[in-house]
């Protein structure tokens, strides 16, 4: 009957050439904790189950697969096949090829991050994207920090806290993830003064609403991820901004996705744009980095310098503000717009604007490779909070296979992951989303997982 003592020490099992493969590779201190939760496991399974003890292949296999799941970093590329460009799950926008290089340099050793390279003298973080932002923008001054949430909390409050905020009952919105407008307002320490009702707001509201002390601010949310239709009205930007300057109140626009490309241009719905909230006159503009910017996750803050400043010098900025990494990539980004060529690098305004001959083509040849399926019309999203309700023609390959939601979670679990959809049944896959170089990985994985779902 074999018993424990045929369990090696630690000692003996390190000295197995095998085991000490594992050390070197793994690091020693690592391995050997490793060790002892694979025999603890052994001595559990022999005492409770009477399970024998297994032989020092096996032990060693065995710490070899604990050291695995132990290092396997639970953030990992996916392949989005669902169609949605700037899909929050799945880390919104990808970046382009400079903006990746450009967060690489940054990220592989010193940067002037701080540092005046003309004076030798420290400098001033917020200088990097400002510049870039002003130019591209036509203002005075910009401003990143981490997110466009932090930029509306940071905002409002170096501009407004213990003082009053105009917002229209049509803008109280949610935007998912915990963020609501009446709840940063609060936390900014600003008073929030609703005017106008759930559907409608008149520029008499706006006036009527000035005409209280104390009015730090004005701020115009975006109503991102919901659209009101109906008996439905809000005056234009540029009323309302001349309303609030005739009593010297300052306007924010927290624009969310910040589109600086019209969406229009591409048979969808005119998505508000930065250039058009700065023409009518906002002191300052936010939005996102990652939505329709196409960036790294940043909150990007333009307008007035004297308000950037008041902005940039309270205690806050300091919590939210963003690293060298972001800075380069926002940058980077950027320049794309600045050089007319956004359309042509930045992959989301290629997915955008990807044609859907293409789109079919590449289908098509899905199809043919898996020689099953069914090629169909179907619809893209834009995703991220950004044009709800709109959708772009697609070319989909439609999937029957006997458990659709088994063969989701196959793919799921396929490396690297695929993540597809299922409408009616059936098994969606979207090529607007997916790269040309992923399509070899994902159709291997297709296959291996539709071979499965017919076994
Ligand atoms: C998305 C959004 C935010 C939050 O931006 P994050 O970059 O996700 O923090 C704030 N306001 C509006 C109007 C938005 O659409």
Redesign the pocket.
């Known amino acids: 009957m074999p018993d424990l003592s045929l369990l090696p020490s630690l000692d003996q099992l390190t000295k197995a050439p095998k085991m000490a493969k594992l050390l070197e590779h793994y690091g020693r201190p690592l391995s050997l904790e490793a060790a002892r939760a694979v025999f603890d496991a052994i001595r559990a399974d022999y005492i409770h189950h009477n399970v024998p003890v297994p032989d020092q292949a096996e032990i060693i296999a065995r710490v070899k697969t604990q050291l695995d799941i132990w290092l396997k970093p639970s953030l990992v590329p996916v392949i989005n096949a669902t169609g949605v460009i700037l899909h929050t799950n799945l880390g919104r926008s990808p970046l382009s090829h400079e903006t990746r290089q450009a967060i690489t340099a940054a990220a592989e050793g010193y940067t002037n991050l701080e540092f005046n390279l003309t004076s030798g003298k420290r400098g001033k973080r917020a200088a990097h994207a400002s510049r870039t932002l002003a130019q591209l923008m036509g203002v005075e001054a910009g401003y990143v920090v981490n ?4 930029a ?1 909390l940071l905002t409002l409050s170096a501009l407004a806290s213990r003082k009053k905020v105009l917002v229209s009952r049509t803008q109280l919105v949610e ?1 998912g ?1 915990g ?1 609501r407008i009446p709840d940063v307002m609060r936390q900014s320490g600003a008073k929030l003064i609703e005017i106008g009702t759930t559907n409608r707001v008149h520029l008499y509201d706006y006036e009527a609403g000035l005409e209280n002390e104390d009015i730090a601010l004005v701020m115009v ?2 109503h ?1 991820n919901f659209k009101l239709i109906g008996f439905h009205s809000e005056p234009d930007l540029a009323e309302i901004v001349a309303a609030a300057h005739r009593h010297g109140v300052p306007v924010l626009h ?4 910040g589109a600086l490309l019209d969406t229009a241009h591409y048979g969808l719905a005119h998505e508000p744009m930065v250039q058009e909230s700065v023409a009518a006159g906002c002191d300052l503009v936010c939005f ?1 980095g ?2 329709l910017i196409g960036g790294p ?1 940043a ?1 990007i803050i333009i307008g007035r310098q004297n308000l950037i400043k008041r902005i940039r010098v309270h205690p806050l900025a300091r919590a939210l503000r963003c690293g060298k990494l972001t800075l380069a990539g926002v940058t980077a980004t950027l320049s794309h717009y600045l050089k007319d060529e956004a359309v042509s690098k930045i992959p989301i305004w290629i997915m955008i604007a990807k044609p859907l001959a293409d789109i079919q083509i590449t289908a098509e040849n899905w199809r043919q490779f898996l020689g099953a399926g069914e090629v169909i019309a179907g619809c893209s999203t834009v995703g991220g ?1 950004s044009l709800p309700t709109e959708e772009m023609p697609t070319s989909l390959l439609a999937l029957d296979p006997p458990k659709p939601e088994a063969f989701t979670a196959a793919l799921r679990n396929a490396h690297p992951p695929v993540i597809a959809r299922i409408e009616d049944d059936r098994v969606l896959l979207d090529p607007r989303t997916v790269f040309p170089e992923q399509e070899g990985a994902l159709l291997r994985n297709l296959a291996d997982a539709w071979a499965a779902a017919q076994a």
Request: aromatic letters at 4%; zero cysteines; charged letters at 15%.
């Open positions: 997110n466009n949430a932090g509306v935007i993830g963020f949310a975006h991102s927290d624009l969310g996705s996102s990652d939505k996750q909150g909070g």
